[in-house]
């Protein structure tokens, strides 16, 4: 699903810290946002999710480019994932629910994405006794659970292990190239933003500094601003 | 000391024997009480979880007037819902003076604001979460209220039983809206307060003994339901 910015600005106690001018994530897109703590990367994609409210300018959403946010169509994965307090697969479940899903269709989209996830063993365990990458493994499976059309992240692979981190990222992936789902990724790792992203945006003091092609963004900055971020984190 | 002594022997055979009236002021105290505890909870769970999600003017002060509530006296509840419902009172056409349903409603007035005073304080701590979770997973406002008030159960849970220790041993309010009348209105607790004044004290005892052993089953009960419900 496409979004639109248009001169999108957040404040907080009369602190601008997010200006945003007009944005495009297209339809399809799979868009890595990087940039220093405190950018602004999660106040952008709570805006996005409708989570706050900007204090100027418009989000807007879709083919029709609706001002209110789709809801039901769209979700976000935080960094710190939170679980109900249930099992696994009623995680799972609890988003199909809401959209009035059957039994037996959910039975089925469980199984599917514990399976596709490495999750078949834990369908049945408490979300409070499973480890910080499980629980996050969880989170996705409830995100992906209803083929949202937008899918949200947060900086999720910050406390997963090399081997977990491959297998959301393959997630990733796939769900933008199968079902066509736009992504968009906030990430401190430049080398996830290379290997998973196609576009990429780099923030900096609330403002977007620059966004394009990741390959070429990541090796070859156009902004000054850019190069000395990209050379930094590469480097260490 | 030896009255307690005494007591407890007594309650034993009381138990023992089936006492006729002892059981029928025992099924009339968890009546009034668990109803009032019903009641409370569907009004106090709500109002607590919406003026823990919630900002709006005012709220602070009602607040305020919550907490103060949560430690009203009985005898002041028992009062106030006597003047309104005697028969000069503004509900005096109920005629509901001395009657079991006026001793409820005595109880909801105490339990009410324990209940909705303790389920704001856990949800105002994890409300923001919760909701963020529900709003990004598509749930509408009714949705959002219903997945937090499952995800804070257990707390919850134990504000219900808060208010049901409270209802069940309180004399003020059921004394004065009930009056203590043999086989219609008299319960446990007013019952002692009449035993003791009578001078019968192993009796007093007995039934205080009978009293805590219910409230033991009752909470024994409640924490099986919790531990299920975490399973
Ligand atoms: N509710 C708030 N009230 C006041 N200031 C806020 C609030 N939320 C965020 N900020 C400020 O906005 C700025 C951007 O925060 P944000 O969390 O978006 O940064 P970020 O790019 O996600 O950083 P990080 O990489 O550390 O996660 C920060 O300076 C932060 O202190
Ligand atoms: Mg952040």
């Not at chain 2, 034993?12 to 009339?28: K, M, N």
């Not at chain 2, 209220?145 to 039983?161: C, S, T």
Request: proline share 4%.
């Amino acid at each position: 699903m496409r979004v639109y910015l248009e001169n999108l600005t957040k404040e907080y106690e009369g602190r601008k810290i997010l200006d945003i001018g007009t944005l495009l994530i297209e339809d399809g897109a799979l868009c890595g946002i990087i940039g220093p703590n405190g950018a602004g990367k999660s106040t952008l994609l709570n805006l996005i999710a409708g989570l706050i409210k900007p204090t100027e300018g418009s989000l807007l959403y879709g083919e029709g480019l609706s001002s209110s946010a789709p809801f039901r169509e769209m979700t976000m994965v935080f960094q710190a994932p939170y679980l109900i307090r249930t099992t696994v697969e009623k995680n799972i479940a609890y988003p199909l629910k809401l959209r009035g899903w059957a039994d037996v269709a959910i039975e089925c989209r469980i199984e599917e994405l514990t399976e596709e996830l490495g999750l078949t063993n834990f369908r049945k365990q408490k979300s409070w006794t499973l480890s910080g990458g499980e629980a996050q493994k969880v989170a996705l499976a409830r995100a992906l659970s209803f083929r949202p059309r937008l899918l949200l992240l947060d900086e999720p692979t910050a406390n997963v292990d090399p081997s977990t981190t491959a297998e959301i990222e393959r997630m990733l992936r796939k769900i933008n190239e199968k079902e066509g789902t736009t992504v968009v990724l906030v990430t401190h790792n430049l080398v996830q933003a290379k290997r998973v992203c196609k576009e990429v945006l780099f923030m900096d003091q609330g403002e977007v500094v620059e966004f394009g092609i990741s390959e070429t963004l990541l090796r070859d900055p156009k902004q000054e601003l850019t190069k000395r971020f990209v050379a930094g984190e590469l480097l260490t | 000391m030896e009255q307690i002594a005494i007591g407890f022997q007594e309650a034993i055979d009381l138990l023992i024997t089936g006492d006729a009236e002892l059981y029928e002021i025992v099924g009339l105290s968890l009546m009034v009480s668990l109803s009032a505890v019903i009641l409370s909870t569907f009004l106090g769970v709500p109002c607590g979880a919406l003026i823990g999600t919630h900002n709006f003017p005012l709220k602070n002060a009602l607040l305020r007037i919550i907490y103060t509530l949560m430690s009203l006296p009985p005898v002041i509840a028992g009062l106030v819902v006597f003047l309104f419902i005697m028969r000069r009172g503004p509900l005096g056409m109920w005629g509901i003076t001395y009657t079991p349903t006026a001793m409820i409603i005595a109880q909801v007035c105490l339990v009410t604001p324990i209940i909705t005073g303790l389920t704001y304080n856990i949800v105002r701590d994890k409300a923001p979460k919760v909701k963020s979770l529900a709003v990004t997973l598509g749930a509408g406002r009714l949705e959002s209220l219903k997945l937090l008030i499952f995800e804070l159960r257990i707390g919850i849970m134990a504000a219900i039983v808060t208010g049901f220790g409270r209802a069940l041993s309180e004399v003020g309010a059921v004394m004065i809206v009930g009056g203590n009348i043999k086989g219609k209105t008299r319960v446990m607790t007013t019952y002692i307060a009449q035993l003791k004044s009578m001078g019968d004290y192993s009796t007093a005892i007995a039934v205080g003994i009978v009293l805590l052993i219910l409230a033991f089953l009752i909470n024994t009960f409640l924490y099986n339901v919790q531990q299920k419900v975490e399973k």
